[in-house]
């Protein structure tokens, strides 16, 4: 099987984080790796070549390829350097991450592609963020498990409609073929989520929740390239299924309203207990739920800020909300 990452300017991250992709467990009986690790050095202007070059010295089963500037592009941003990665990787099962990536085992790699071997042809891992210090950050991981148990459980549900490409494995051909879709190069970025919309079905995709299984990235450390990077990644949601957006925004609405409705409504009636009650109830089973999902994906140290994150999500969806609907990010960093 083959690993296959997308790098454009990232010598560092592949110098500090490739060796443990290097490494994982899936060796025969005379400690042979039974994978290759594809990198796709995206016309980078920085070392990521010399660090490729000085692994590859001691990493048999590393390859890597190089796309030129001059290169005529058959498709937009990320997406071309995934089709020459899918074009040079010899087999047939493709295990995507990023080069800023750690998974969090050396058994991450056969945890994630057990389901391949069982029949699957999609597999959704989580991909979260390293714990650092401030709300920014605190957010950004809630948000990454709150996405990560919402399309978790309606794949669970038979509604397969999103992935992460720090943490998804799938078969060549199924990807081969989501290229050929009409929407696949619509946006530069996106692939995870295009792929789930045109191959995703019920009874081909399946989720990870092994802790072994998980990856850790970089999160950003500033306000304004998180936001910049949430437009792009939101700008795919207007090519979802009719239904799933219907379900998605009917939730997001339901959210936001649900605090609104608290906040005004003892100004204008006597029964301010009634609606005590109710918020309250709901607030316990919202709550419970995320409890036991942060602690199933390692996540604990957000159960004390749930109520920030709760009331932040409703400001989330409303500022966001025009970049799903409208705005597509043309760029690929």
């Known amino acids: 099987m083959t690993v296959l990452i997308c790098a454009k300017n990232e010598a560092h991250h592949l110098q500090q984080f490739l060796p443990d992709i290097l490494s994982q467990k899936f060796e025969d009986n005379k400690g042979n790796f039974l994978y290759e690790v594809l990198v796709v050095n995206d016309a980078s202007e920085d070392a990521t070549e010399t660090v490729l070059q000085t692994l590859q010295q001691e990493y048999a089963h590393l390859r890597y390829i190089?796309?030129?500037?001059?290169?005529?592009?058959?498709?937009?941003?990320?997406?071309?350097?995934?089709?020459?990665?899918?074009?040079?990787?010899?087999?047939?099962?493709?295990?995507?991450?990023?080069?800023?990536?750690?998974?969090?085992?050396?058994?991450?790699?056969?945890?994630?592609?057990?389901?391949?071997?069982?029949?699957?042809?999609?597999?959704?891992?989580?991909?979260?963020?390293?714990?650092?210090?401030?709300?920014?950050?605190?957010?950004?991981?809630?948000?990454?498990?709150?996405?990560?148990?919402?399309?978790?459980?309606?794949?669970?549900?038979?509604?397969?409609?999103?992935?992460?490409?720090?943490?998804?494995?799938?078969?060549?051909?199924?990807?081969?073929?989501a290229q050929q879709s009409a929407i696949w190069n619509a946006l530069p970025s996106g692939d995870d989520d295009l792929l789930m919309q045109v191959s995703a079905t019920k009874s081909n995709t399946d989720i990870v929740l092994n802790r072994q299984a998980f990856t850790y990235s970089e999160p950003k450390t500033t306000w304004k390239t998180w936001w910049l990077q949430k437009q792009r990644h939101l700008s795919t949601g207007k090519y979802y299924k009719p239904g799933i957006k219907k379900l998605l925004g009917i939730y997001a609405v339901s959210h936001a309203l649900s605090w609104v409705l608290f906040l005004v409504l003892p100004f204008f009636t006597k029964d301010w207990a009634l609606i005590v009650f109710i918020f309250s109830m709901r607030c316990a089973l919202y709550w419970f739920i995320w409890k036991f999902t942060a602690i199933k994906l390692r996540e604990k140290k957000l159960l004390r800020n749930m109520v920030f994150c709760d009331i932040g999500w409703a400001f989330y969806n409303l500022l966001l909300s025009p970049y799903i609907f409208f705005k597509n990010k043309q760029r690929w960093k």
Not at 87 to 101: F, G, M, N, P, S
Not at 128 to 150: C, D, K, P, V
């Open 66 to 177: 190089s796309i030129t500037p001059e290169e005529p592009r058959l498709f937009k941003g990320k997406k071309f350097a995934l089709s020459k990665g899918m074009e040079a990787a010899q087999h047939e099962i493709i295990l995507l991450t990023d080069a800023d990536c750690k998974p969090s085992s050396s058994y991450w790699l056969p945890q994630m592609i057990a389901p391949i071997l069982n029949g699957k042809e999609i597999i959704c891992g989580y991909g979260a963020y390293n714990l650092q210090s401030g709300f920014l950050n605190t957010f950004i991981r809630w948000e990454t498990m709150h996405s990560f148990l919402q399309y978790a459980s309606y794949t669970m549900a038979g509604m397969p409609y999103m992935a992460v490409g720090r943490n998804l494995c799938c078969t060549k051909s199924l990807f081969l073929n």
